[in-house]
């Protein structure tokens, strides 16, 4: 295998890691002050210029606390699960096409990690897995709360992600195509998805809220009922993970939704901006176009979060069972009556 190219894919992936790890971090931020606003407040606003450093004070602090284990948990597991999650919430980003290729010293450098024909299976099978780091989390803690969270967020995120998957297959019987490139490419200028499929972009996002148990789907963090929820035992760093690994599930989250639906990096009037710009500056401007979407999306993800009440339990399995998956089966069966009526005249 070509060295260069080895070099090539280190770098990328060392950058679209640390963005992810900076981007999480300052979430906390933005999420703090957005409520602030919404509420009539200031958040943070003692830790430099604005309180910009308060994620850095915060990071400190939870490397800082001391580390306690219980006596009666899985002392392997208890320690494994916030890494599953973290890990799990980081390798999603391998598939997101962050922008068209560049062109750098001569050398025609690709903004995607890796460009596979299942991209989309790839994403769904990365968000199945993350749940394990909350399962694990919870039973080897041994504390019938955090069990108790678990469980709701095992029964949570398979009912969602049902409704989730129903959702992409009409967008994928228009696309025909799993490369997440090929979706995104097709979308060049003003042609994205949400045009066609609003109703598929609408379940998807309401399930993206669930699969990231974000409010108003965060049951398994219920402090009103189940104290912390599934990370109730941990202290220092390992709740650092599970906070982490939240925060980048909201990014990543974003940014498939940006790129599924949203067209990416695609843009109005691309074209003469490409002439313009050439072609080192026009796809790295696409990118602060399409990062620019996913932080409208983290934007909205906290506005929802401090605007709307959380479900009771059984509502929101309702919702999912009896209102996301029929409409999204309903969506499938529209959207292949309109495509075989389009073929046939």
């Known amino acids: 295998m070509d060295s260069a190219f080895v070099i090539e894919k280190f770098i990328l992936v060392a950058v679209i890691f640390g963005i992810s ?9 933005a999420e703090r002050k957005v409520a602030a606003y919404l509420q009539d407040r200031l958040g943070p606003d003692r830790a430099g210029p604005f309180g910009i450093l308060q994620p850095l004070a915060d990071g400190l602090k939870m490397f800082m606390k001391e580390e306690i284990i219980p006596t009666s948990s899985n002392r392997f597991l208890f320690i494994a699960g916030p890494g599953l999650a973290l ?30 024909n299942v991209g989309v299976l790839y994403i769904f099978g990365v968000v199945s ?3 394990y780091g909350v399962m694990i989390g919870g039973w080897a803690s041994n504390n019938k709360y955090s069990l108790l969270s678990a469980i709701r967020a095992a029964s949570q995120n398979i009912s969602y ?11 994928l019987l228009m696309t025909n195509t799993l ?33 990231t148990n974000r409010a ?17 035992e941990y202290s220092s760093m390992k709740l650092g993970f599970y906070l ?3 925060y980048i599930n909201m990014f990543v989250s ?20 490409a002439v313009w710009l050439g072609p080192t500056w026009a796809p790295l401007f696409g990118t602060a176009v399409f990062f620019a979407k996913i932080c409208v999306f983290i934007f909205f993800f906290m506005w929802v979060r401090w605007t709307i009440p959380r479900f009771r339990y059984d509502q929101l399995m309702n919702l999912g069972w009896k209102g996301l998956i029929p409409l999204a089966i309903a969506n499938i069966i529209i959207t292949g009556v309109v495509i075989a009526i389009i073929e046939k005249f």
């Open 21 to 29: 790890l900076v981007i999480a971090m300052y979430s906390t931020y």
């Open 254 to 273: 974003s940014a498939v939704m940006a790129a599924l639906y949203w067209g990416g990096y695609n843009y109005p009037g691309m074209d003469s901006m």
């Open 216 to 232: 108003p789907f965060d049951l398994p963090e219920c402090e009103t009922e189940l104290i912390g929820g599934y990370h109730t």
């Open 129 to 131: 897995l993350g749940v």
């Open 179 to 211: 490369s997440l490139k090929e979706i995104v490419d097709q979308q060049h200028g003003w042609r994205w998805n949400v045009l066609y499929q609003p109703l598929g972009f609408l379940i998807f996002m309401v399930c993206s809220f669930a699969e």
């Open 161 to 171: 992600e049902i409704a989730m998957g129903l959702s992409i297959i009409a967008l």
């Open 87 to 116: 890990l799990c919430a980081c390798i999603g980003t391998a598939v997101i096409p962050w922008g068209s290729p560049v062109l750098i010293a001569g050398k025609t450098v690709s903004l995607q990690v890796a460009d596979i």
């Open 244 to 246: 982490f690994a939240e």
